[in-house]
């Protein structure tokens, strides 16, 4: 089973710390390398953290906080000056390419790839990404700017072949293909095997949430239904929910809660207000609400 690699690049929110860099992660899966969010900085943990920026083509960006965008030009500046050639693709809103447009043209001049921003929009659900095993899915939160949440979710994968059954029905190279697909095969007497014989159940797929920057809101529970790992911003401990409700921001209880209702597998919870050194009482009250819940950190790695 192939598995599917989260590396927290910056766990903090609005206010960097000593401990927490502002947002970014970087989601590795069938040998792509995906961010989302780029904070101040991000360039540096990129390094720190020996992320693989030679597949990174896309950055998805959640939101026109800085916060969650200042680190693009950074970014992108640190990858001409390594010598990247393959293009990069940033997605979000439409009003960040107007925005960072003229900041690249100033310090980032004679890039040796090019940029393009694939916009989409705030307020709808919508497909993002699709290649030949994945797609992506924007859709709206509750925030104090236009957000949007993200679906990282693998495409249903081939059946896998008997090969015994396989070779005994003599089934002819060029069948296999149809069959992997769910096809049934018919021999040269005309009898009809059916596909359930020659193959086993394929590879689960995997599927990955993210939602961050959000006030507590069940309106997208639909999206994250059952996905195999969740991260959910946790800026605040319930006994500053005032601070929550001021900020449309989310507490580590109310993050537990939207895990747990949408029978999530996995609960990871980051975006910490820079009011807590230590996320423990933060994971502490989630994991009262929702047992499989782990807390984000810098350069820390989740592989499910």
Same mark, same amino acid.
């Given at each position: 089973?192939?598995?599917?690699?989260?590396?927290?690049?910056?766990?903090?929110?609005?206010?960097?710390?000593?401990?927490?860099?502002?947002?970014?992660?970087?989601?590795?899966?069938?040998?792509?390398?995906?961010?989302?969010?780029?904070?101040?900085?991000?360039?540096?943990?990129?390094?720190? !953290?020996?992320?693989?920026?030679?597949?990174?083509?896309?950055?998805?960006?959640?939101?026109? =906080?800085?916060?969650?965008? !200042?680190?693009?030009?950074?970014?992108?500046?640190?990858?001409?000056?390594?010598?990247?050639?393959?293009?990069? #693709? %940033?997605?979000?809103?439409?009003?960040?390419?107007?925005? $960072?447009?003229?900041?690249?043209?100033?310090?980032?001049?004679?890039?040796?790839?090019?940029?393009?921003?694939?916009? !989409?929009?705030?307020?709808?659900?919508?497909?993002?990404?699709?290649?030949?095993?994945?797609?992506?899915?924007?859709?709206?939160?509750?925030?104090?700017?236009?957000?949007?949440?993200?679906?990282?979710?693998?495409?249903?994968?081939?059946? =896998?072949?008997?090969?015994?059954?396989?070779?005994?029905?003599?089934?002819?190279?060029?069948?296999?293909?149809?069959?992997?697909?769910?096809?049934?095969?018919?021999?040269?007497?005309?009898?009809? %095997?059916?596909?359930?014989?020659?193959?086993?159940?394929?590879?689960?797929?995997?599927?990955?949430?993210?939602?961050?920057?959000?006030? #507590?809101?069940?309106?997208?529970?639909?999206?994250?239904?059952?996905?195999?790992?969740?991260?959910?911003?946790?800026? !605040?401990?319930?006994?500053? %929910?005032?601070?929550?409700?001021?900020?449309?921001?989310?507490?580590?209880?109310?993050?537990?809660?939207?895990?747990?209702?949408?029978?999530?597998?996995?609960?990871?919870?980051?975006? #910490?207000?820079?009011?807590?050194?230590?996320?423990?009482?933060? $994971?502490?009250?989630?994991?009262?609400?929702?047992?499989?819940?782990?807390?984000?950190?810098?350069?820390?790695?989740?592989?499910?």
């Amino acid at each position: 089973m192939e598995n599917v690699q989260l590396q927290i690049l910056g766990a903090g929110s609005a206010v960097p710390t000593k401990k927490f860099s502002h947002p970014s992660q970087v989601l590795s899966l069938r040998e792509k390398v995906f961010m989302i969010d780029c904070g101040e900085g991000t360039q540096h943990q990129v390094r720190r !953290f020996g992320v693989r920026v030679s597949r990174l083509n896309h950055i998805f960006i959640s939101h026109l =906080h800085g916060d969650h965008c !200042f680190g693009l030009v950074g970014l992108l500046s640190t990858l001409d000056t390594q010598g990247r050639t393959g293009d990069v #693709y %940033i997605h979000s809103h439409p009003e960040l390419e107007e925005l $960072l447009r003229p900041m690249i043209a100033f310090f980032c001049k004679g890039l040796s790839f090019n940029i393009f921003f694939v916009p !989409f929009s705030p307020t709808d659900t919508e497909l993002i990404y699709d290649d030949k095993s994945l797609t992506v899915t924007a859709f709206p939160m509750k925030h104090s700017v236009r957000s949007s949440g993200f679906l990282f979710k693998e495409k249903e994968k081939e059946r =896998h072949m008997n090969s015994e059954l396989i070779k005994y029905f003599q089934v002819p190279v060029s069948q296999i293909p149809l069959i992997k697909q769910g096809a049934d095969f018919t021999t040269a007497d005309g009898e009809v %095997i059916p596909n359930w014989q020659l193959t086993t159940p394929p590879t689960p797929s995997k599927s990955f949430a993210y939602c961050s920057d959000t006030a #507590y809101t069940e309106k997208f529970l639909a999206h994250i239904d059952g996905v195999d790992c969740l991260f959910h911003e946790a800026t !605040f401990l319930q006994k500053d %929910i005032a601070a929550a409700k001021k900020t449309l921001h989310s507490t580590a209880q109310q993050a537990a809660t939207i895990a747990k209702m949408a029978q999530v597998k996995q609960l990871i919870i980051g975006h #910490y207000s820079a009011r807590y050194d230590d996320p423990t009482e933060l $994971l502490a009250e989630a994991k009262s609400v929702f047992e499989a819940t782990d807390y984000a950190a810098d350069g820390k790695t989740f592989i499910f």
